[in-house]
């Protein structure tokens, strides 16, 4: 009997008892499925932080402020009493403002414009923002935003720039006026329309009124999935005075002038920042800022991105190991089920090869189309995430093509043992079965 | 010796140059049972010749049953020669035997053994598709035709009765063109008429010059026979030619023309 014909019976062996058929295929459809989708959604999130990485450029500071790590543990050992005083500055700039949602804030305006001041060789620009959530509303049109307080070099510094009208001017951050530029999804939100060009339209941020004086070009999806669209920016000083009431800043970005320069950037910004809070060693333990590269910051995250998907592979291929099992365990059923019918096969001319062949035949389609339905359904619930979500999820050609043999593989391996047991049935024995 | 000569002077003068198709030699089946040794089969000797149509019978744990799977090739014997054919099968492997049960042999059994969920064209393909022969179905259609079943192509075996099922089988034993047709209690589980129309199959073959072997404890259906040979504890005990044998057509033509007459002689009713 050739392979053909050996196809042929084995699909007439599962068609005639579909449901249990179907229910077997679906431990393997989940888990193929699964494998699909998290690897598409690790791809997706991988190329999202890349793309990002791009976007920025690679010569970019962050730095942020920290309460410093031992500080307390210092304490206990007496040591100074400079702890003391900067503790209790925590508390009352805590208390004071609360802004940004970090639990304290040290930075000021005056610390980023010393910094791009002071250092002209190593450091381009620095933008120093304040970021708090806010309620904005037009006419009848009521939502929520995130707004940003931001200097004239903020497009400069993080990639921006203006579609219509114009951005923050020193003008507007000196008297803290009342203007800002806004995302294309903030006139989506105001007017349903992302294409409204709100500029000379007032609109209120949390109850005050602002004059829009510009519109930010569209950014799209950021690296972590957030609408980079989804903002308002206002003068960082009115953002500081009017809406947070604090005299802190969140944090500021810095663009070094090159990438080389970026590790002379960061220690001098490091000591200047020490020498202005009047730190004590040792450091990095004592600093009340934490400074990172943007690419550090990305590897770090895509170093996430890929641990979760490895993860969540191990956790799918634990569950295709299952389906496997529960191949096995049915393949074991239908051959003690059958034995009969494989004792009138061997009694007409059927030879063990045969009857191995026809067993292992089934529990591969079983497994191979289980795979067929299971990549698809990857596939759907990866769009789906993609349109429904905004996930960005990207199906990996490899990944398919590795399921898909996994899965066969699963099937022959865990269909070998209920085989092999019809294939060594003595005819006799297999006709006398009841 | 004796058995023989006297089969022979009985047999038709045309049959004593011929080979033997089963030569069965001093054959020996032992099974262990525990720690008991059952002797199933106990310096057994059968000729059957090409042709021959042959009951055997005896009472159960006679060895009857063994001796069909011996021959049938399910099972070899523990000691002892068998030639089916001119070949000798007692020590051949799996693989050997199964060519040998496709090519040689077409079983019938007193269950029937069909493939359930499968029609009766697809059963009698499957010893065709096992023996990679080509066009298996018309091959199967000729068989189907040739037991009565022309017009029952696609049925599935719980669509036929009893008799039907058991006429597929035949067709399914047929379809390979084997030297031998080996059936075991075939009327087994049937009504009288019915096993006489299974019957009346068996002896038409028999007539086109096909060997059948029968494992049978009626003695009726032993009387359709030509040969009846006669077992008992692992041995035989008996040999003879079928006298006054009982040819199915006959029994047929007579069960009806009975059934005809009570049905005259019940509906109208009788004035005197």
């Known amino acids: 009997m050739n392979l053909l014909e050996s196809m042929r019976v084995a699909l007439r062996g599962l068609a005639s008892n579909k449901m249990r058929t179907a229910l077997t295929m679906l431990g393997i459809i989940i888990g193929v499925a699964v494998v699909i989708l998290v690897v598409a959604i690790g791809q997706g999130a991988q190329k999202n932080v890349e793309d990002a990485v791009n976007s920025l450029g690679t010569n970019m500071l962050m730095i942020w402020p920290e309460r410093s790590r031992v500080r307390l543990t210092a304490a206990t050992h007496s040591s100074t009493s400079t702890n003391t005083t900067s503790t209790n500055s925590t508390s009352s700039s805590s208390a004071g403002g609360g802004g940004g949602g970090q639990s304290d804030n040290r930075l000021t305006l005056d610390d980023a414009k010393l910094i791009a001041q002071n250092f002209p060789k190593s450091i381009a620009a620095v933008a120093p923002q304040v970021r708090s959530n806010v309620q904005i509303r037009m006419g009848a049109n009521n939502s929520t935003t995130s707004v940003i307080g931001a200097t004239p070099d903020y497009p400069f510094v993080n990639n921006a720039s203006v579609d219509r009208g114009r951005f923050i001017s020193d003008y507007d951050i000196n008297g803290s006026l009342k203007v800002a530029v806004c995302g294309t999804t903030i006139a989506d939100k105001l007017t349903n329309d992302p294409t409204t060009d709100l500029t000379g339209q007032t609109i209120s941020i949390n109850n005050q009124d602002y004059t829009v004086v510009g519109m930010l070009a569209p950014k799209g999806a950021g690296a972590f999935g957030q609408d980079q669209d989804d903002i308002i920016i206002v003068p960082i000083t009115t953002a500081m005075h009017r809406i947070l009431n604090t005299p802190y800043i969140s944090f500021m970005s810095v663009r070094c002038t090159t990438q080389k320069m970026m590790p002379l950037a960061q220690e001098e910004i490091a000591d200047f920042l020490r020498a202005r809070h009047h730190l004590q060693p040792p450091f990095p333990d004592n600093d009340d800022f934490n400074i990172r590269s943007q690419t550090e910051l990305m590897a770090r995250q895509e170093s996430i991105a890929t641990t979760m998907t490895s993860l969540l592979s191990a956790v799918a291929i634990i569950s295709l190991i299952v389906g496997g099992i529960g191949i096995m365990n049915i393949m074991l059923v239908s051959v003690t089920e059958r034995t009969r019918e494989i004792g009138i096969r061997k009694a007409i001319g059927a030879t063990p090869r045969d009857i191995l062949l026809q067993f292992l035949i089934e529990a591969s389609i079983i497994s191979i189309l289980g795979g067929i339905f299971g990549i698809l359904l990857g596939i759907g619930c990866s769009n789906l995430m993609s349109s429904i979500a905004h996930w960005n999820t990207i199906v990996n050609p490899t990944a398919v093509v590795v399921a898909l043999i996994v899965s066969a593989g699963v099937g022959l391996f865990f269909g070998i043992y209920p085989a092999n047991k019809a294939a060594g049935l003595h005819p006799i024995d297999a006709l006398r079965y009841e | ?272």
């Open chain 2, 1 to 272: 010796m004796l058995r023989t000569l006297k089969r022979n002077q009985k047999q038709a003068p045309t049959e004593v140059s011929k080979e033997p198709l089963l030569k069965l030699r001093d054959i020996h089946k032992t099974y262990i049972m525990g720690d008991q040794e059952v002797r199933a089969l106990d310096g057994l000797d059968l000729d059957v010749y090409p042709g021959e149509f042959v009951a055997i019978m005896g009472p159960s744990g006679s060895g009857k049953s063994t001796l069909m799977h011996i021959i049938g090739c399910l099972d070899v014997p523990t000691e002892g020669s068998y030639y089916l054919d001119g070949v000798e099968v007692a020590e051949m492997d799996d693989y050997e035997l199964a060519r040998i049960r496709n090519q040689k042999i077409g079983f019938i059994f007193q269950g029937f053994n069909l493939l359930a969920r499968t029609t009766a064209l697809e059963n009698v393909e499957l010893p065709l598709l096992y023996g990679k022969k080509k066009d298996r179905t018309d091959r199967a259609i000729d068989a189907l035709e040739r037991v009565g079943l022309g017009d029952r192509l696609d049925h599935r075996p719980n669509e036929l009765s009893g008799g039907q099922q058991q006429r597929v089988a035949i067709a399914r034993a047929i379809a390979s063109d084997p030297a031998l047709l080996l059936a075991d209690e075939p009327t087994g589980n049937l009504a009288s008429q019915q096993s006489e129309e299974i019957m009346q199959i068996f002896q038409e073959l028999n007539d086109e010059g096909r060997t059948v072997v029968m494992v049978t404890h009626e003695p009726d259906i032993g009387q359709h026979c030509k040969r009846i040979v006669h077992i008992r504890d692992g041995r035989v005990v008996d040999d003879e030619q079928v006298q006054e044998r009982l040819i199915a057509s006959e029994v047929l033509a007579q069960l009806k023309a009975e059934r005809e007459q009570q049905q005259a002689s019940r509906s109208p009713v009788p004035v005197s």
